[in-house]
């Protein structure tokens, strides 16, 4: 069973920082392979993959986040976090853990990710 948790979001100033963290059940640690991954979706907008990362530590971001946000994983801890630095009002979004357990070969579509935290808001007021 594949649980997925959330936390960290907020009300945060242009510019400023915000760090969200996942907390997964060890299950999806335990697959050789794994992709897991950051979405997150405004009112009124699709949802977007904003950073994703595989089981060996590869990554993807969105253009829009590269260079400001960073995606890591914790083994040890089974945790996956985003750390947003020069956050933007345009970042304003509900942000959604995901994880994709066996699957080896890792894409930014939502699709392929078959379990979901709840999300966590993320406000940001410029």
């Known amino acids: 069973q594949v649980q997925l948790m959330e936390s960290g979001g907020g009300s945060v100033q242009s510019g400023g920082s915000l760090r969200l963290s996942c907390a997964a059940s060890r299950f999806v640690l335990t697959f050789r392979f794994y992709c897991m991954g950051w979405f997150r979706q405004a009112p009124g907008e699709e949802r977007e993959a904003v950073a994703i990362?595989?089981?060996?530590?590869?990554?993807i971001y969105t253009d829009s986040v590269k260079g400001r946000f960073t995606i890591s994983q914790e083994a040890a801890k089974n945790t996956l976090d985003l750390q947003m630095n020069s956050l933007k009002s345009e970042d304003t979004a509900m942000y959604y853990c995901?994880?994709?357990?066996?699957?080896?070969?890792?894409?930014?579509?939502?699709?392929?990710?078959?379990?979901w935290g709840q999300g966590t808001q993320v406000t940001v007021s410029s």
């Open positions: 990362v595989s089981s060996d530590g590869s990554t």
């Open positions: 995901a994880a994709a357990p066996g699957r080896w070969s890792c894409s930014q579509k939502g699709g392929d990710f078959g379990y």
